[in-house]
């Protein structure tokens, strides 16, 4: 099938910036992402390439090409999924907070009422492709939902799950590592994963496009996730045995990241992993070995999860047990927001947990992030307090504990201590020693993603704590 027209339901983080790319790798095809969210996608037009809704490297140059060319943003979700061939699926699946699975399994609704709005649209036959992150075998839910509501359309769905990093997004799009395609082995379903090859195929060599089972694709995502935080996780641990060792992080993991079988990467101590995908993904696949009756490997993952809300805990503990065992009333900076450097994803972020803590301990909180806004941290701190305190006890608190900052330098003017929790590159780039004036003294520096020259510091007069130092 030559595929000319594709539409993508879901303008978030995965589908905003794939729809890019491909509208920009194949100038052939009329490429259409629809969200029933108008303020998202009056921001996807916005002629203001700097009021995109999301952050992330290179995109804005992106979009400046392509949009109004072949690549367009609509809130009219049945017209893109009536004239397109493939309908690729990229909405939320947050993980449930309710009913049967709660804390752990994902909650489908919104891929659900997806299937039904497409096999309620769709006159002629149509190629349905789950890019979100889904538990394994949830493609026979949602041809077993197309089936029942197609009316005779012939439907074909198959699993391409994304592996894009926030902040290196576009880079990871042009160049990834491989493409994973899973589908039906009959004959119509090789016949839609060819279909989708070619689009791919346009700018990726054939041998990194890896075709497979559809539960094969699947499990593949949330595998590859488990994985990696596995790693971050197991570093993290190790940085406390270093703490209490005077062992130094750092050299442990250039020591064994040599090792060929082990390699350098995610073996970067830091006060914790955030994102949208690691946590959730853990979490669903704990959750999935729990329900197949694998308790001993539900554990085994679910200790992933632990040991990242230890770090998170333990990081917070130290600053205030640093600071005589009571930051009440005290000022402490906290340097960024946003889960990891170069977005303004803030889901998950170890910041938002440490702040916590340190808002329990009846801390004053001055916050700076370049990129994530003051309205997106307030709506932070209200989720993590929703179930501990009443909406007037929150405001209440805002007011006397909280302070968001344009400027760094005001944000620790005067405070007791400053902790680091994003690796944005600027922070490097302060002038510490004038910082150092300013506060108050002892002062108290707590670098969270050793990111700092802790001796220079040293040497300046901060009373310093580095992950694994």
């Not at 909405?91 to 994902?106: C, L, R, S, Y």
């Not at 997806?114 to 492709?129: D, L, M």
């Not at 493409?179 to 016949?191: N, R, Y």
Request: with cysteine.
């Amino acid at each position: 099938m030559i595929i000319n027209n594709v539409c993508c339901i879901g303008g978030g983080y995965v589908g905003g910036p794939t729809m890019a790319v491909i509208a920009q790798k194949c100038p052939h095809i009329k490429v259409t992402v629809v969200d029933n969210n108008e303020d998202r996608i009056h921001a996807w037009n916005d002629v203001d390439l700097d009021k995109l809704p999301i952050y992330e490297p290179g995109l804005a140059e992106v979009i400046g090409e392509v949009r109004g060319r072949n690549l367009f943003f609509s809130t009219d979700v049945n017209k893109g999924i009536r004239e397109a061939q493939i309908v690729f699926v990229a909405v939320n699946t947050p993980t449930k907070t309710f009913g049967i699975g709660k804390g752990m399994a994902a909650d489908l609704k919104y891929v659900e009422l997806c299937a039904r709005q497409i096999a309620k649209v769709a006159k002629e036959p149509k190629i349905v492709i789950e890019k979100s992150t889904l538990p394994v075998r949830t493609a026979e839910s949602i041809r077993t939902i197309l089936e029942a509501e197609s009316k005779g359309v012939d439907f074909q769905v198959l699993s391409n799950p994304e592996f894009l990093a926030e902040g290196t997004a576009i880079t990871d799009l042009c160049y990834p590592d491989r493409v994973l395609i899973g589908g039906g082995q009959d004959k119509a379903g090789q016949l839609a994963i060819s279909s989708l090859v070619d689009i791919y195929a346009n700018w990726i060599p054939r041998e990194k496009i890896i075709t497979s089972l559809i539960w094969s694709s699947e499990l593949s995502k949330l595998t590859a996730n488990a994985f990696l935080a596995q790693r971050i996780s197991s570093i993290n641990a190790i940085s406390a045995i270093c703490e209490r060792t005077e062992a130094d992080v750092d050299e442990v993991a250039l020591a064994i990241g040599m090792d060929s079988r082990i390699g350098s990467s995610f073996l970067k101590a830091s006060v914790g992993f955030g994102g949208s995908c690691f946590q959730k993904d853990i979490l669903n696949l704990t959750y999935l070995c729990r329900h197949f009756n694998l308790p001993e490997v539900a554990d085994y993952w679910e200790q992933v999860i632990k040991m990242n809300d230890y770090q998170k805990c333990r990081f917070a503990q130290q600053i205030i047990h640093a600071l005589f065992n009571s930051v009440s009333g005290k000022k402490i900076a906290l340097l960024g927001w946003a889960f990891k450097k170069n977005t303004n994803d803030t889901r998950e972020s170890a910041a938002i947990y440490v702040a916590k803590e340190l808002l329990m301990d009846q801390a004053e909180i001055h916050i700076y992030d370049p990129k994530v806004s003051s309205r997106q941290i307030i709506l932070d701190l209200e989720h993590v307090f929703s179930e501990v305190c009443t909406k007037e006890s929150f405001r209440r608190m805002i007011e006397k504990h909280v302070v968001v900052h344009q400027d760094p330098y005001l944000a620790m003017d005067k405070a007791h201590a400053a902790a680091l929790l994003t690796e944005w590159t600027e922070f490097s780039a302060y002038d510490w020693n004038m910082i150092y004036g300013n506060m108050l003294k002892p002062a108290f520096l707590f670098d969270g993603r050793n990111l700092l020259d802790l001796e220079s510091l040293k040497n300046i007069g901060f009373q310093v704590w580095g992950i694994g130092k």
